[in-house]
């Protein structure tokens, strides 16, 4: 079968940045700040991404490209007869996992488009917004249909293919929620009081670390790069051969790290300036941004912008958490792609209902102690992609063979790059990452 490829360089960075910018920058970085105490948590996030993360990034994306197969496939032909396809499997999973309560926060997303239409943000009172927030999420219906328009968006664009769909729509967008964060992040820093805002996210206070705070950094810097379930050894098997796997796994770090502490710049000087509690939760954005737009001219309109970009990050993002499905679905049972998609969204509009309910009517019910909600993102955050990237950096330095990766990781030999830093790179995958990974997990899970 011949599969299709990105068009050019500049679209597999903005596909791979599209898929790490979304709700985890946005929505979940800051309230994960908010409920961890700040500054010492953010130290932590960015050690793990560019001591951990980044390694495990280039393996992935080293898989995706020498097999040019989806996320099981690639185990199956990189290590024939062996039981490393296991891996992909969890990634597959992983995604579903994602994708069931990810879809529900971009439903949020485009009630909020529909309530700053309305001009429903118009006001300061943190009340107000807080009920208003809770009002939408914990009802029963309309958090539904909205769910469902956003997998059926989804759905529509996987079904476009990789290059009209995923490509096409995310070169545009990015660049503009990027400018868009940056206005917001200036009026935040801007507002009174925003200063303590500001010593919240950047002085650490290491005195307050715990092994769950450890445990959720480690688990928010894999998600927030969409690493360990299998998307970028999707995307990185429709990337051609001559592309540099290094330069764009960092450039995508990259962004997405300038992204989430952006962000936090948007988000925390006006929880501060507006004296909402930093560890208000989920809702954290959702009632603060509303704030920050009725202080900034032509802020209704701005706001309208913000949230529609919002919900475009979220589907650039959950498109390639469907293709990891959809991709498994159509090569290894040869489903056509219509029938995968229409299966694997079946399947989410259950799961994702579940979540969805799980605010409300459904909040007692619980898994392991935790909602629905709470527990699809717990599962995967925490656990799955953590072990999923932990397996994959093993597979890469124990299994597939110190050539095979020096040959991919610079083209065969097309890409020049120093031996020093393919040799620490090596190093990094074979040694750092799967120990670090291990303790941090080992102890998170005691816990
Ligand atoms: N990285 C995405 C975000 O920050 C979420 C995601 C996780 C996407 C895993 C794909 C795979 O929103």
């Not at 500049?10 to 599209?18: D, K, Q």
């Not at 024939?80 to 396809?85: A, F, I, M, T, V």
């Not at 488009?113 to 429903?120: N, T």
């Not at 968006?153 to 990027?178: C, D, Q, R, S, W």
Request: glycine share 10%; hydrophobic share 55%.
């Amino acid at each position: 079968m011949s599969r299709e490829n990105f068009g050019n360089r500049f679209g597999v960075l903005v596909a791979m940045a599209g898929s790490a910018v979304g709700l985890g920058n946005l929505w979940r970085f800051p309230y994960l700040v908010g409920t961890n105490g700040g500054a010492a948590f953010i130290v932590l996030y960015l050690i793990f991404v560019f001591l951990l993360c980044i390694p495990v990034m280039y393996s992935e994306f080293l898989i995706g490209r020498r097999s040019e197969s989806n996320a099981i496939g690639a185990f199956r032909k990189l290590a024939p007869g062996s039981k490393w396809g296991i891996v992909g499997l969890l990634g597959v999973l992983c995604s579903i996992s994602i994708l069931a309560f990810y879809s529900v926060v971009g439903g949020w997303t485009i009630d909020y488009i529909v309530k700053a239409v309305m001009f429903k943000f118009t006001t300061t009172d943190t009340k107000v917004l807080e009920t208003i927030f809770q009002d939408s999420v914990t009802s029963t219906y309309e958090p539904l249909l909205y769910l469902s328009i956003f997998l059926g968006l989804t759905g529509l664009v996987v079904l476009a293919g990789v290059k009209n769909g995923i490509e096409k729509y995310t070169k545009i967008m990015m660049p503009l929620l990027f400018v868009l964060v940056i206005i917001i992040a200036i009026r935040s820093i801007t507002l009174p009081n925003a200063w303590e805002g500001l010593v919240f996210l950047f002085k650490p206070d290491f005195s307050k670390v715990t092994s769950t705070t450890i445990f959720d950094a480690l688990g928010q810097a894999f998600f927030s790069l969409s690493l360990g379930c299998g998307c970028i050894v999707t995307y990185g098997s429709y990337v051609k051969k001559d592309e540099n796997i290094v330069k764009t796994s960092a450039m995508t770090s990259i962004a997405d790290t300038a992204f989430a502490i952006i962000a936090g710049l948007a988000i925390m000087p006006a929880v501060f300036a507006f004296g909402i509690s930093p560890g208000e939760g989920p809702g954290l954005v959702f009632v603060t941004l509303p704030m920050v737009f009725a202080q900034i001219p032509f802020g209704e309109f701005l706001a309208i912008l913000f949230f529609f970009i919002l919900f475009i990050a979220a589907i650039t993002s959950s498109i390639s958490l469907l293709e990891v499905v959809v991709a498994y679905l159509n090569e290894e049972f040869k489903w056509k792609r219509v029938t995968s998609v229409l299966v694997s969204l079946a399947l989410l509009m259950v799961l994702g209902t579940l979540c969805s309910l799980s605010q409300g009517d459904l909040a007692d019910v619980k898994l392991l102690g935790l909602t629905f909600f709470d527990f699809f993102d717990g599962l995967s955050a925490n656990i799955l992609m953590p072990l999923g990237g932990l397996l994959i950096v093993v597979f890469v330095g124990w299994r597939l063979g110190r050539a095979n990766f020096m040959d991919e990781i610079t083209s065969s030999g097309k890409v020049k790059m120093s031996h020093w830093f393919v040799e620490f790179t090596y190093f990094s995958i074979r040694f750092i990452a799967p120990i670090v990974i291990s303790i941090i997990m080992i102890r998170g899970l005691i816990k």
